[in-house]
């Protein structure tokens, strides 16, 4: 399994991801949100903001984060391949790009919603706490931040 930033000949093999895991994400229900999720996708790539990992050439993780946010803005690992540490090491190969010290915030579902279940108890063991209730795309979301203190 490699790791790696994204290149615009990946979208493909992204996209055919993101379809698999669409229904984890509210905003990504109909084929036009879809096209404009991969034209956003292209946008990450060419601000070399967007993760992938890759088994054989097959994209099986994504990540996508903003550095002028230090946020991380979608994380997805195929079903066939979670609980193997795929998503905690694109994490962290992530952090080398964001300021180390600046917070990093992630919105992901509240407590009680059945989708949530993995995404809330991945941030947590990595260490995010629970923040702010917002909205987005409609949905209740809660913030998740990975309080970071510089070590200057
Ligand atoms: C959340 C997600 C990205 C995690 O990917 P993953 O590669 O399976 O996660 P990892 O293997 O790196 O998990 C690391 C640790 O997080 C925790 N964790 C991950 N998934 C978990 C689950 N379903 N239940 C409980 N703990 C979980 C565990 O502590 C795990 O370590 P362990 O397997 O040694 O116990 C993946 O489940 C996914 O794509 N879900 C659908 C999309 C989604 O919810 N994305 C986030 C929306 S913001």
Request: aromatic share 10%.
């Amino acid at each position: 399994m490699e790791i790696l930033l994204a290149k615009n000949q990946d979208i493909d093999g992204w996209m055919n991801l993101v379809c698999k895991v669409k229904e984890n994400f509210p905003g990504l229900e109909t084929a036009d949100a879809l096209k404009e999720h991969r034209n956003t996708v292209l946008g990450f790539i060419h601000k070399e903001s967007a993760i992938c990992a890759k088994i054989e050439d097959k994209i099986v993780g994504a990540l996508l984060f903003s550095k002028d946010n230090n946020m991380l803005c979608f994380l997805a690992v195929d079903a066939e391949y979670r609980r193997q540490h795929i998503a905690e090491k694109m994490v962290s190969y992530m952090l080398k790009f964001l300021d180390p010290e600046r917070d990093i915030i992630v919105t992901t579902y509240r407590e009680g919603v059945q989708e949530g279940i993995a995404a809330r108890a991945f941030y947590k063991h990595l260490g995010f706490v629970e923040g702010k209730l917002t909205e987005e795309f409609g949905s209740p979301v809660q913030e998740f931040v990975l309080i970071r203190h510089s070590t200057n």
